[in-house]
T-cell receptor, first 115, second 114 residues
Framework: GAVVSQHPSRVICKSGTSVKIECRSLDFQATTMFWYRQFPKKSLMLMATSNEGSKATYEQGVEKDKFLINHASLTLSTLTVTSAHPEDSSFYIC???????????FGPGTRLTVL | EDKVVQSPLSLVVHEGDTVTLNCSYEVTNFRSLLWYKQEKKAPTFLFMLTSSGIEKKSGRLSSILDKKELFSILNITATQTGDSAVYLCAVQLNYGGSQGNLIFGKGTKLSVKP
């Protein structure tokens, strides 16, 4: 149980285009989903926290107009990287949680390459 | 199907105890195994292991990988209450020679009592 999937698993796009990444909780309802970015030294940076039906809370330094997050249902959150640039190339990982007392379950990540 | 299994799922110990957390994996294209500590926000990176039998150490924490038996352990000696956290194991896959997807285990929740 508690499986989280991401789609696509990898995407290559041209600079200036927008890319949407989906995060789904497959067998549970996630009241909260988190979006992370993995950096080359393996650290994970929390980008934003989203609760179903409300606006995402962005971490300091993360541009909310560039990284649009939507959490429209209890099983789906999307991250849209708008006007992507090569420096946005990274691994984007989501996690989902049922309740505040629950652990986070991580997705497999989406590798974004912007040419 | 690629999978990473951590055990135990939760553990309660007293300060000063030594704990061993387990992570086993079955993946098609192994690149590296990573350990993270998650307290509040983002998981904190602890270790990356790519070679079998070489212990990595950082203070009271150490970890080792066995690529033949497909598992890793994370040891914490002389535990402190500040070690209370969820410890995540993740396997990064190889994709065409570069980094592929990360497969996370469900984590081990460690509680250290004073």
């Amino acid at each position: 149980g508690a499986v989280v999937s991401q789609h696509p698993s990898r995407v290559i796009c041209k600079s200036g285009t927008s890319v949407k990444i989906e995060c789904r909780s497959l067998d549970f309802q996630a009241t909260t989903m988190f979006w992370y970015r993995q950096f080359p030294k393996k650290s994970l940076m929390l980008m934003a926290t989203s609760n179903e039906g409300s606006k995402a809370t962005y971490e300091q330094g993360v541009e909310k107009d560039k990284f649009l997050i939507n959490h429209a249902s209890l099983t789906l959150s999307t991250l849209t990287v708008t006007s992507a640039h090569p420096e946005d190339s990274s691994f984007y990982i989501c996690s989902a949680r049922r309740t505040s007392a629950d652990t986070q379950y991580f997705g497999p990540g989406t590798r974004l390459t912007v040419l | 199907e690629d999978k990473v299994v951590q055990s135990p799922l939760s553990l309660v110990v007293h300060e000063g105890d030594t704990v061993t957390l387990n992570c086993s994996y079955e993946v098609t294209n192994f690149r590296s195994l990573l350990w993270y500590k998650q307290e509040k926000k983002a998981p904190t990176f602890l270790f990356m292991l790519t070679s079998s039998g070489i212990e990595k150490k950082s203070g009271r924490l150490s970890s080792i990988l066995d690529k033949k038996e497909l598992f890793s352990i994370l040891n914490i000696t002389a535990t402190q209450t500040g070690d209370s956290a969820v410890y995540l194991c993740a396997v990064q896959l190889n994709y065409g020679g570069s980094q592929g997807n990360l497969i996370f285990g469900k984590g081990t929740k460690l509680s250290v009592k004073p």
